[in-house]
């Protein structure tokens, strides 16, 4: 029907510029955000579609199961409206059914693949020439690191929000174009090869040591993935290339040195393990529903008195357990292991998703650089970054419910 075809047409195009926006503005790409549902919301009503059926069903309800334990966690909590209001972040799931109902279509597919490299070559070259010039456009002027340059932090408010995202749109750029590198033109070869080192230097530029540290452990997952029969050479290949790299970088080794140091003094305040021991103590305290969305600081502040106060737990398993509960944290980690789960068993043993198979490793691999920055700093609660992660989920998911991949399996069992 023409009003339908209207209908995705627009629907592209706002999904489109939520994915793009998703790099240099939370307020637009949220908007477009408000509009897709919008539009996606009036397509599968006339369609008559259940979205959440099918194959996706265990990853929406463990979704769903992490939400309505933190409304739970909210409504029992000392604040509760406040806390209610701060949960409408959780708004932004909805961006994975979105992506992955225009995903499946090719021509959408292809166009908004092309919308995002060019997104992140942008924010790549941003990111390098804020380092060298300390420009730092509609924001306040950029601090200066070190004697060599700026640290960089993109169009973001904070250097860790910008590496994280990089270091995660880096690792999405490694999986799509190292799979699938023969079957590339030689002009999508070099292009997406400019964005991965453009992406690689502005992840080293954010100074931020959590994005570089998953910057070396998802270029080796992504070797033993990529050549299991010569994985230990290749792990030593990068062990010697990342030392080697580091050893030229002083400011860079001055910088590990200086957080080392910080993390491992004893009663340092500011350290990890000062704060995920004190998050320990809330979780024990609240065990079933945490302390409510929002409470956190106030909380640490209760048990703490007079010491340094922190706003999250710099964990997003510890932070989301101490907030939402242990049972939030078990749906949140449980959403997490269908995610890896399902794209496991396309790229390995799913033969009929070969097609796809360039889109499964780069979702699996932003996936994982995501998880492993998550493991030191609150990164599903930074909006900015978590944007971004949901329209990797989109891309990561929709081969498993595209009706081309179901043919084609059909065809293979025939």
């Given amino acids: 029907m ?49 979205p959440f059926a099918g194959a996706l069903s265990k990853f929406y309800i ?129 292009s997406l090869s400019f964005v991965y080192f453009l992406l690689a230097f502005a992840t080293l530029y954010s100074y931020s040591y959590g994005p570089i540290l998953t910057l070396l452990i998802t270029v080796l997952i992504f070797a033993v993935m990529k050549f299991r029969k010569y994985a230990v050479y290749a792990i030593i290949v990068l062990a010697v290339g990342a030392v080697s790299f580091i050893y030229t970088q002083p400011n860079l080794q001055k910088r590990i040195s200086t957080r080392i140091n910080k993390e491992f003094a004893e009663g340092n305040e500011a350290s990890r393990f000062y704060i995920w021991k004190n998050a320990g103590v809330m979780i024990t305290e609240n065990p079933l529903f945490g302390v409510g969305q929002g409470n956190f600081y106030q909380t640490f502040e209760e048990n703490m008195p007079g010491h340094r106060i922190h706003v999250h737990a710099h964990n997003d398993l510890i932070n989301i357990a101490a907030i939402g509960g242990i049972p939030a944290m078990l ?15 396309g790229i390995y043993k799913q033969k009929h998703l070969e097609k796809y198979k360039m889109y499964l490793t780069a979702a699996i691999l932003a996936g994982i650089a995501f998880f492993c920055t998550s493991l030191t700093e609150a990164t599903f609660a930074d909006e900015e970054v978590r944007q971004f992660l949901m329209a990797v989920f989109a891309f990561g998911l929709f081969p498993f419910v595209s009706k081309e991949a179901k043919n084609n399996e059909k065809v293979g069992n025939q």
């Avoid at 933190?70 to 409206?81: H, R, V, Y």
């Avoid at 408010?157 to 690792?171: D, K, Q, V």
Wanted: charged letters at 15%; proline letters at 2%.
């Fill in 2 to 50: 023409i009003y339908l075809r209207i209908l995705s047409d627009f629907l592209f195009f706002f999904f489109s510029l939520f994915i793009v926006s998703t790099a240099f503005s939370i307020a637009v790409a949220q908007i477009s955000l408000g509009v897709s549902l919008f539009l996606f919301i009036v397509i599968i009503f006339l369609r008559k579609e259940n």
């Fill in 62 to 190: 463990a979704i769903g199961l992490y939400i309505f334990w933190m409304i739970l966690s909210a409504l029992f909590s000392d604040t509760p409206l406040a806390s209610l209001l701060i949960l409408k972040e959780e708004w932004l799931f909805c961006a994975i059914p979105i992506g992955i109902y225009i995903l499946q279509k090719e021509s959408f597919r292809k166009k908004i693949t092309a919308s995002l490299f060019t997104a992140l070559f942008i924010i790549g070259l941003y990111g390098v020439i804020q380092h060298f010039t300390g420009v730092h456009w509609f924001k306040t002027e950029l601090y200066e690191a070190f004697d060599s340059g700026y640290i960089a932090k993109g169009f973001f408010p904070h250097r860790l929000t910008f590496g994280n995202y990089t270091i995660t749109a880096l690792a999405f750029v490694v999986g799509y174009l190292l799979f699938n590198f023969k079957d590339f033109s030689f002009f999508k070869k070099i």
């Fill in 331 to 345: 749906f949140f980690a449980a959403f997490w292991f269908l995610y890896f789960k399902y794209l496991l068993a």
